[in-house]
């Protein structure tokens, strides 16, 4: 089983697709910014106050205005370490950063500890409204303690807001804001330029000889305009170029049939039953040499229109054909099978594999299968069979297999060309296959 891709095929969803990664990756990227400026802020916001305050309290213990202790005070002074026994988170970026700011107070500090604690429910209500007006909770306190060499701990207890949803749900809202104001006009305009560039593979895969189509639009931007006028120029110089070669092969046909016909009504004066014999299969031959060349030459661009037909009627013609010319072909009668088809040309396909089984297989059995979407006929022989490896080399013109099939038969290696050429015109196929008890089947499928 072959498994499809994971990601768009057409040009507007591989650009959304594309834009879509990076959006997204801008904003992880802007999301973690964000992150690293708010913990910055908040860990300057949690150490600048302390400095301050505790290099005030210090400088007015100097003057004698108000002595730091442990009973009352924002802060307060312990003879060892509160925070130690408690077990609490430690923070050890806040020490470093506290450290840094009271060295620009010109407070000289020992140790620094801090540790968290639940935040009390009588603790500051304004300071909690202001909290939660910025998008933070006060969920902890941060307790932070200062050694003195020789003096103590002060300690002071600060808020230590924790992030809260809001922060995430503002940059989705944000990302969604700009995959709207970004994808819908790349989308509309990845679409206004990729219509006209199906519109113009479409074209592609249709024209062919005979294409009557309008030409296409020259919609969509400066650049796909120009390709698609472009194409529109080349298409007609093409079809120029088909009925220029049609009227080529027509005189070369005329100019090579008249002398022909003229050498055809001198042989008859050919004394010599077995020499005049000759000349006229030799000039029959190059009769139908060049009907082949001037039919395969000229396919795709046909003359006779599509009509309804029975399938099974016309092939059981061809096979009546052969068969007043007493040739060893048998046909297994098929239900009737009204399908739309070139006849002239689908019966000169299956006519040239049944001269083919004939020639090099001695007898040519021929039989239509029938299935919900195809029809399949055909042709087996009794022959000695084509090499596997050599069986799509037989399709190519002028090409005879001299290790299966006998060059005094003649032919100059067309007919399964133009069969092929023209089953494939009709939107089928022809294969190839050697048969277990001996043999070659040749098998025309047209879609139904």
């Known amino acids: 089983m072959t498994l499809r891709r994971p990601w768009p095929h057409s040009l507007a969803g591989q650009m959304a697709l594309l834009i879509a990664l990076a959006l997204f990756v801008a904003q992880v990227i802007n999301f973690a910014l964000i992150l690293r400026d708010r913990n910055e802020f908040r860990l300057a916001q949690a150490t600048r106050p302390v400095a301050i305050r505790i ?8 003057r004698g205005d108000r002595p730091i202790v442990a009973e009352w005070g924002r802060i307060r002074r312990y003879p060892t370490d509160p925070v130690a026994p408690a077990g ?13 700011q009271l060295a620009e107070q010109g407070v000289q500090a020992g140790r620094i500890d801090t540790g968290l604690r639940t935040f ?8 909690r409204r202001d909290l939660r007006r910025r998008g933070e909770h006060p969920a902890d306190q941060l307790m932070i303690a200062v050694e003195q060499p020789g003096r103590g701990w002060l300690t002071i207890v600060v808020p230590w807001p924790r992030a809260g949803a809001r922060l995430l749900w503002a940059l989705l809202f944000q990302t969604l804001i700009l995959y709207v104001v970004v994808l819908l006009p790349v989308l509309w305009i990845v679409r206004r330029l990729s219509r006209p560039l199906r519109d113009l593979r479409l074209a592609a895969e249709r024209f062919g ?15 796909v305009a120009a390709l698609i006028a472009a194409f529109n120029a080349l298409r007609l110089r093409v079809a120029a170029m088909l009925d220029e070669k049609d009227r080529m092969l027509g005189a070369i046909g005329h100019d090579l049939r008249t002398p022909l016909a003229a050498l055809r009504v001198r042989v008859e004066s050919v004394e010599d039953e077995t020499d005049r014999l000759r000349m006229v299969d030799t000039i029959a031959e190059m009769n139908r040499t060049l009907d082949d060349i001037l039919s ?21 013609a061809v096979v009546e054909d052969f068969r007043d010319l007493d040739a060893p072909v048998t046909f297994v009668e098929a239900e009737r099978l009204r399908m739309r088809l070139r006849p002239a040309l689908i019966r000169r396909a299956v006519r040239n594999l049944i001269e083919n089984a004939v020639k ?10 029938t299935a919900p979407a195809s029809v399949a006929i055909t042709v087996a022989d009794r022959g ?6 050599r069986l799509a080399e037989v399709f190519d013109p002028f090409t005879r297999l001299e290790t299966s099939r006998n060059r ?5 290696g067309l007919g399964l060309a133009l069969a092929r050429a023209i089953v494939q015109e009709a939107g089928g196929d022809i294969a190839l296959a050697n048969r277990p008890e001996g043999g070659l089947a040749a098998t025309i499928t047209l879609p139904r």
Not at 120 to 127: F, N, Q, T, V
Not at 408 to 412: D, R, Y
Request: charge should be negative; proline fraction near 12%; glycine fraction near 10%.
């Open 120 to 127: 009390p429910d009588d603790g500051d209500r304004a300071e």
């Open 209 to 223: 000889p005979g294409d009557t189509a309008a030409a296409l639009p020259t919609s969509g931007p400066d650049d």
């Open 408 to 412: 005094e038969t003649g032919g100059i």
């Open 296 to 316: 395969l030459a000229r396919l795709g661009r046909p003359s006779e229109p599509v009509t309804e037909v029975d399938l099974a009627a016309l092939v059981d």
């Open 360 to 369: 090099y297989g001695e007898v040519a059995e021929v039989h239509i299968a």
């Open 384 to 389: 000695p069979g084509i090499p596997p490896d």
């Open 55 to 62: 290099a005030d309290a210090l400088e007015r213990e100097a």
């Open 88 to 100: 609490t988170e430690r923070h050890p970026e806040v020490a470093s950063e506290l450290r840094r």
